[in-house]
């Protein structure tokens, strides 16, 4: 077992190193900027389009989803920088398949509005 904080000293380092890891994904991820501009346009557009809690949460949720995957995404994409700068196909899989999580993630969104907002419509 690695040795470190515990109890509420270990959630109040968790919580700093998140902080961090947003901090970095806004000053080094143009992607990310992007999303969380949608997120900002999104969230208070899908709490007021929604009818019911849980309409909310799926026009929300979806929104965050992308986010979470834009994270995980430029995470992979730091390691693979970090182990080299030459090209090799284990690198660009991993790039590659990071890239499609995330358009995974947008069509999500897109499903998601286009089912309650096709519903609202008709």
Same mark, same amino acid.
């Given at each position: #077992?690695?040795?470190?904080?515990?109890?509420?000293? %270990? @959630?109040?380092?968790?919580?700093?190193? $998140? #902080?961090?890891?947003?901090?970095?994904?806004?000053?080094?991820?143009?992607?990310?900027?992007?999303?969380?501009?949608?997120?900002? /346009?999104?969230?208070? *557009?899908?709490?007021? *389009?929604?009818? +019911?809690?849980?309409? %909310?949460?799926? !026009?929300?949720? $979806?929104?965050? @989803?992308?986010? /979470?995957?834009? !994270? /995980?995404? $430029?995470? @992979?994409?730091?390691? @693979?920088? %970090?182990?080299?700068?030459?090209?090799?196909? *284990?690198?660009?899989?991993?790039?590659? /398949?990071? $890239?499609?999580?995330?358009? !995974?993630?947008? !069509?999500?969104?897109?499903?998601?509005?286009?089912?309650?907002?096709?519903?609202?419509? +008709?």
């Amino acid at each position: #077992m690695k040795p470190g904080a515990t109890g509420l000293t %270990r @959630v109040i380092n968790a919580a700093g190193y $998140s #902080m961090l890891g947003l901090r970095a994904a806004w000053h080094n991820e143009a992607a990310f900027r992007q999303e969380l501009g949608l997120l900002v /346009i999104g969230l208070p *557009l899908g709490l007021w *389009l929604g009818n +019911t809690g849980v309409e %909310r949460a799926l !026009l929300t949720g $979806s929104l965050l @989803v992308v986010l /979470i995957v834009e !994270l /995980i995404n $430029s995470a @992979v994409e730091a390691v @693979v920088d %970090r182990i080299g700068a030459e090209l090799h196909p *284990l690198s660009g899989r991993a790039k590659d /398949i990071g $890239s499609a999580a995330v358009l !995974l993630a947008l !069509l999500l969104v897109g499903l998601v509005w286009g089912c309650i907002l096709w519903e609202r419509l +008709t």
